[in-house]
């Protein structure tokens, strides 16, 4: 275990921890006493027809999901749902690189998948809540790489799904991506093989990469109009040091690796031989696909090309000069829409 | 000095050395006996009417400027026309950082702009060719950078220009993917603060810039059409280590470093106290603003801002799914478009 008051109850919390005991892993091995890091919102109604569930991101937490997409002011309301985040396992809160005991710790933190992650909330929300459906699932990025899982795996649980800014099956142009920001981290060499002595010895890497974030994480139109003046920075430098930079530099790089190696898997074919059309076959959900329109790495196209394989789905395009980490709502508009679509979803009948 | 068999007249040549003696650099400093490698093709006719231009990209050299845009059967066809293609400076043919002597070599270069290549090219071409005009001016990405440059300081000399995928003025985001580009090299421990014992010495910095590139300079369309299964590779992973990576191993770190710091300084603004209006004002060629549609980097509506400021001015796409790097001609689309462009501009009465 290595100390980091990054993930500590008082930044991330409140969240409860549920115990899944010893959590086999599809890739082989296991998590020994792995736990699934939650929070809830609202109150589940007696037919328990009002459950969402909400996935996170790579480096995201039920914090930010909870300030930025829930209230009485948006889709997700808790007067009317019932809402579940769930962290992610890796993600710091859930078990992690970082959290678990030796040996299994740090580097030597076994391999987890997407599918591993879905299986383990279908665990959490039947076992934990008694659930048998869920009106909606939704997530962002590596939360909409969950999202899809879901709803391939889990068709009769899915009414509604909503993946944002998130594919079904990871590109090879995403993956590589991914690999450059993990060599980011893993060429500083104060890494050294994943068995640091702080997580904050490996800055330089994390600042690193934390600037590929800044090159693909917003979009060309956003330095061009000077956006990052609308959440109070003066220059690109200071927007790419006290924001991207500031961001990232708390966090554990062996979690960071643990996500994106996930990341890079994400493909709900896994299931179906690698027939992807047949997975996304199996979706009885009404889903709606909703990419970001200036995202560089998950582009609408990608998202449109997934989304014309599910039956009872749309393409609903996010407008927002921020690019794929507008999903952190430093725009007000990009929230407003996915109100809109959010609440013309829970409301369509299933 | 630092060998680099790469950049040998056996690469790249037959290449030409112009000595312009002690040149005087814009951001103070100097380089003693600064050459100008260059190479012609065609004859001048005796009006001295029919002489082009053509200018370099960061990493590139007139070897591929000749192979891919130069011939009988391209726009650019040395029966008709005298083309002179200049390397810049920095760029291992030119004076560079690995093949000056000491005390300026290396790390130690001096730092050269834009501006400084554009007043070294108008000296090849006035003392040595006694070139009083230019029928075009041509280059890509960073050679586009030089001919926006050379429209706006001589506009007197210049007929006609073509800037392909290149702005007039760098942008902060094309400014940091630069950054991330430079700190991939110069975080390799090897590279030594710029006094590496071989330029191959740094072949992990240089893997890893190589890579970011693979991110950046194709696009994601590229990726998923598998197109580099058109020029003989069978997965993604061989084509960005044959390929990309292949393509930087052999070449110098300062060199690139140089390049990249000219590149990101790139601003025809800088004669008019920073102001870009009056400065494209200044140009009277018929000139031919040509983005490559899925650019990451020097997006159409970034190059497409610069051309509605320039009176007689065209915006021309380019449509490739290579992105960027299509620039190296993959694409027989591309080459196609490009001579189709320049024929017709080099047709126009100016």
New interface residues.
């Given amino acids: 275990m290595l100390e980091n008051d990054y993930y500590s109850q008082e930044n991330h919390g409140p969240y409860t921890l549920f115990n899944l005991g010893d959590f086999k892993l599809e890739d082989g091995g296991m998590i020994k006493n792995c736990q699934l890091a939650f929070t809830t919102f609202g109150k589940l109604n007696p037919q328990k027809s009002n459950a969402i569930l909400m996935t996170t991101w790579y480096s995201g937490t039920s914090k930010i999901i909870e300030q930025v997409y829930v209230g009485k002011d948006h889709a997700i309301n808790p007067d009317k749902y019932f809402i579940i985040v769930v962290n992610q396992i890796g993600n710091g809160l859930s078990t992690s690189p970082h959290n678990i005991p030796t040996p299994n710790g740090m580097a030597l933190f076994p391999k987890v998948q997407i599918g591993d992650d879905v299986r383990a909330q279908h665990k959490l929300i039947t076992e934990m809540f008694d659930l048998d459906s869920l009106a909606l699932i939704v997530g962002g990025s590596m939360g909409a790489q969950q999202t899809w899982e879901w709803a391939v795996r889990y068709p009769e649980m899915v009414k509604r799904a909503a993946a944002i800014a998130g594919t079904a099956k990871n590109?090879?142009?995403?993956?590589?991506?991914t690999?450059?920001l993990n060599?980011?981290i893993t060429?500083?060499?104060a890494w050294e093989n994943g068995f640091y002595k702080k997580s904050n010895a490996v800055c330089?890497g994390l600042r690193?990469h934390a600037?590929?974030w800044?090159?693909?994480g917003?979009?060309?139109?956003?330095?061009?109009q000077e956006l990052w003046r609308d959440i109070g920075f003066s220059s690109?430098e200071e927007f790419?040091e006290g924001f991207t930079q500031a961001y990232f530099a708390p966090m554990d790089p062996n979690n960071l690796l643990c996500l994106a190696w996930k990341w890079q898997r994400g493909d709900v074919s896994r299931i179906t031989g690698g027939d992807l059309e047949k997975a996304l076959g199996r979706i009885t959900a009404k889903m709606y696909v909703m990419p970001i329109n200036t995202d560089?790495?998950f582009?609408p196209?990608?998202c449109e090309d997934n989304q014309k394989m599910v039956a009872n789905s749309e393409l609903r395009v996010i407008e927002t000069s921020w690019g794929h980490l507008g999903l952190l709502g430093m725009d007000p508009l990009y929230i407003e829409q996915i109100d809109r679509h959010l609440e013309e979803l829970l409301a369509a009948s299933v």
């Fill in positions: 590109t090879s142009h995403d993956f590589l991506f690999k450059t060599e980011a060429s500083d060499p330089e690193r600037d590929l800044s090159v693909m917003y979009s060309t139109e956003m330095f061009k690109p790419c560089m790495f582009p196209k990608d």
